[in-house]
């Protein structure tokens, strides 16, 4: 009888610590959820497929996570900063300079060498420091794949020299669903994210022929009715110019070449430094994280929306709602707008930002049980109905995985 009374104490304990590990909550528009530590990290997810890691494995579910019958051994899926499922089921995920590619469930990987436009391969530099290589693949959106002309785009930019060393800043892109990468755009040598300790004579990072500089890319997105790929960087002016452009690309099949137009180029308090770009409707929507120098005690920051022919015309621009924080995260499908604030730059412990009814009303959220966190790499919803993103410490370590689900 004791041992029984033990042992019913034991499981009542562990489901206690279980439950205080996994967290549950709702809001007026959504249900959220956080799945305990100890359970896959899910990087992302695509109707019913999820991709996760977990200690040294790497996992694939085709149920939302529910089970896990693929696994596979990866010594370095700690270090996994970027991963998408694509149309046809394969896998491409990266670690922190190292891209590979799955076919047949994670029964096998093998590594993906990109390709410079010209055909050579584009290796990553060596690093004064091997414990930081760069963040060569890693993206703040996390949503990547398009219909251009009847078939899947794969096409991202890689958010870097914030953590892990420094690395060139970079668009990438692929037409046959990963087994080939290539690269779209490269922006050139920013002298303020370069190695530490490098010498003088070492190769600074980046295209050396492309004057245009920038800390990292935010967001890369396609317009179906334009047939144009957007993308929008960060950061600020160092002294070296403009960190903050607007690019406007549109891709050749036939030739297999890109023709790459700026917009738009500024300093960093400005509507333009932004993230977050959706078409909807004919217009596009974007989301800023304006952070330099108020003017007037002001900064340029909201959800803004106008026609992609008025992008350089503030005045035709239609502020939707304006978070009063940084924000450079942002999705809408269904009509249902999910966008994050900026934990660092905001009162906000966890802050989350809705509209379900296309930008008319919009709520505020914060989810206080998880704070301090910033979410990250939003994922379209899976066949479940749940939209998936990433929290991060402070503003990019890696921390837990956060769930939402409209409620109507």
């Given at each position: 009888m004791?041992?029984?009374?033990?042992?019913?104490?034991f499981?009542i304990?562990?489901a206690?610590?279980?439950?205080?590990?996994?967290?549950t909550g709702?809001?007026?528009?959504?249900l959220y959820?956080v799945?305990?530590?100890?359970?896959p990290y899910i990087?992302?997810?695509?109707g019913?497929?999820?991709?996760?890691?977990?200690?040294?494995?790497?996992m694939l579910?085709e149920?939302?996570?529910?089970?896990w019958p693929h696994?596979?051994?990866?010594?370095e899926?700690?270090?996994?900063?970027f991963s998408?499922?694509l149309?046809?089921?394969?896998?491409?995920?990266a670690?922190r300079?190292r891209?590979?590619?799955?076919?047949?469930?994670?029964k096998t990987?093998?590594e993906?060498?990109?390709?410079?436009?010209d055909g050579t391969?584009?290796?990553?530099?060596t690093p004064?420091?091997?414990?930081n290589?760069?963040?060569?693949f890693?993206?703040?959106d996390g949503?990547h794949c398009?219909?251009?002309g009847?078939?899947?785009?794969?096409v991202w930019?890689?958010?870097?020299?914030?953590?892990?060393?420094?690395?060139?800043?970079n668009?990438y892109y692929s037409?046959?669903?990963?087994?080939?990468v290539k690269?779209?755009?490269?922006?050139?040598?920013?002298?303020k994210?370069?190695q530490?300790?490098a010498?003088?004579?070492d190769?600074?990072l980046?295209?050396?022929?492309n004057?245009?500089?920038?800390r990292?890319i935010?967001?890369?997105?396609?317009?179906a009715a334009?047939n144009?790929?957007?993308a929008?960087t960060?950061?600020?002016?160092?002294?070296?110019?403009?960190?903050?452009?607007?690019?406007?690309?549109?891709?050749?099949a036939?030739?297999?070449?890109?023709?790459?137009?700026?917009?738009?180029s500024?300093?960093?308090?400005s509507r333009f430094?932004c993230g977050?770009?959706n078409?909807?409707?004919?217009?596009?929507c974007w989301?800023a994280?304006a952070n330099?120098?108020a003017?007037?005690?002001?900064y340029?920051?909201?959800?803004f929306q106008?026609r992609p022919?008025?992008?350089t015309?503030?005045?035709?621009h239609?502020?939707?709602?304006n978070p009063?924080?940084?924000?450079?995260?942002?999705l809408h499908e269904d009509?249902i707008?999910?966008?994050?604030?900026c934990?660092?730059?905001?009162?906000?412990?966890c802050g989350?930002i809705?509209?379900?009814?296309?930008?008319?009303t919009?709520?505020q959220?914060?989810?206080?049980e998880?704070?301090?966190r910033?979410g990250?790499?939003?994922?379209?919803k899976?066949s479940?109905?749940?939209?998936?993103?990433d929290?991060?410490?402070g503003?990019?370590?890696?921390?837990?995985?956060?769930?939402l689900?409209p409620?109507?």
């Open positions: 004791i041992q029984r009374l033990n042992l019913f104490c499981v304990l562990f206690a610590q279980a439950s205080a590990a996994y967290i709702e809001t007026e528009h959504f959820r799945p305990s530590a100890d359970e990087d992302t997810q695509r019913s497929k999820a991709f996760a890691l977990l200690g040294t494995k790497i579910s149920d939302c996570g529910k089970t696994t596979a051994d990866f010594a899926a700690q270090d996994i900063t998408v499922i149309k046809n089921g394969n896998i491409l995920f670690t300079q891209l590979f590619l799955s076919t047949d469930n994670l990987h093998r993906i060498i990109v390709k410079r436009p391969d584009y290796l990553p530099h004064v420091d091997p414990k290589p760069g963040w060569y890693h993206s703040l949503e398009f219909e251009v009847g078939r899947e785009m794969l930019g890689n958010y870097c020299n914030v953590l892990g060393g420094s690395v060139p800043v668009i037409t046959d669903s990963g087994e080939t690269l779209a755009y490269a922006f050139g040598q920013n002298p994210f370069q530490k300790g010498k003088p004579e190769p600074m980046g295209d050396p022929a004057p245009l500089i920038a990292h935010h967001n890369v997105t396609y317009h334009e144009a790929f957007y929008v960060g950061d600020i002016d160092r002294g070296h110019g403009n960190e903050v452009h607007w690019l406007r690309g549109t891709y050749d036939a030739a297999d070449q890109w023709d790459w137009k700026l917009v738009i500024v300093n960093s308090n430094k977050g770009l078409f909807i409707d004919g217009q596009i989301i994280d330099g120098l003017i007037a005690n002001r340029d920051r909201g959800v106008c022919q008025d992008i015309d503030t005045t035709k239609t502020l939707l709602f009063g924080y940084e924000s450079a995260n942002m009509g707008y999910v966008a994050t604030h934990a660092p730059a905001s009162p906000y412990g989350i809705w509209s379900s009814d296309s930008g008319k919009w709520a959220y914060d989810l206080k998880l704070a301090p910033s990250c790499r939003i994922n379209a899976n479940n109905g749940w939209f998936r993103m929290l991060r410490k503003w990019i370590e890696r921390a837990e995985v956060l769930f689900k409620k109507k």
